[in-house]
C-alpha cells in the first residue's frame, strides 16, 4: 500500500505495489530533472544519472527495491540514501525529496516535518482490468448463449 510522499513538492501519491518511481513521479506531473536532465536525459535506462532521489536515513530497507548494480556504479561518491528514480520500485510508503542536488533551503525542517505526518494508506494491489466484451451471440469460453445448440450437443443424440 505504497504513498510516495513528495517533500520539495508538497504532494502525497498512491501508487501501486512494485511500480517503479520514475514512472509514477512522471504521470504526477512531478518534476524529477535538473536543467541537465531536463536537456537530456536516458529515459530510464540508469545511464544519465539525472533523476536522482534522496531518502531520508529513517527509511526501511524494504520500502524500495535495493540499489542496482547500475546505481552501485553510477552513484559512487554520492551519499547512500541517494537514489537513481528510474532504477527503484517502490514496495512501501516513504518519503523522497527530488532533485538533491539543486538543494532545498529550508530542507531539514521539510524532512522533519513531512516525517512527523503519517502516510495514507494506498493501493494493495494493482487493479483488475475489466473483462473484454465478446462480440455479439458470442459467450466467453466457447458457452453457448440460451437458447442455442452448440454442434456437440446437436449431434450427440445422432445415431442412438
Ligand atoms: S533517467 Fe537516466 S539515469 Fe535515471
Do not use: H
Request: with cysteine; glycine share 12%.
Amino acid at each position: 500500500m505504497p504513498v510516495i510522499r513528495f517533500v520539495r513538492e508538497g504532494r502525497d501519491v498512491e501508487c501501486y505495489p512494485g511500480e517503479n518511481l520514475r514512472e509514477v513521479a512522471l504521470r504526477e506531473g512531478i518534476e524529477l530533472y535538473g536543467w541537465k536532465g531536463k536537456l537530456g536525459n536516458c529515459g530510464g535506462c540508469g545511464q544519465c544519472i539525472t533523476c536522482f532521489v534522496e531518502l531520508p536515513e529513517s527509511t526501511s530497507p524494504l520500502a524500495m527495491t535495493g540499489r542496482t548494480a547500475v546505481e552501485d556504479q553510477k552513484l559512487r561518491g554520492r551519499p547512500q540514501n541517494w537514489r537513481l528514480a528510474c532504477q527503484a520500485l517502490v514496495q512501501e510508503s516513504l518519503l523522497v525529496l527530488t532533485r538533491p542536488q539543486a538543494g532545498m533551503a529550508n530542507k531539514d525542517a521539510a524532512m522533519a516535518t513531512a516525517l512527523a505526518q503519517p502516510l495514507g494508506a494506498g493501493p494493495t494491489e494493482w487493479p483488475t482490468p475489466p473483462a473484454a466484451e465478446e462480440p455479439d451471440g458470442e459467450e466467453p469460453d466457447g458457452a453457448v448463449a440460451d437458447g442455442e445448440e452448440s454442434d456437440q450437443t446437436a449431434t450427440s443424440g445422432e445415431g442412438s
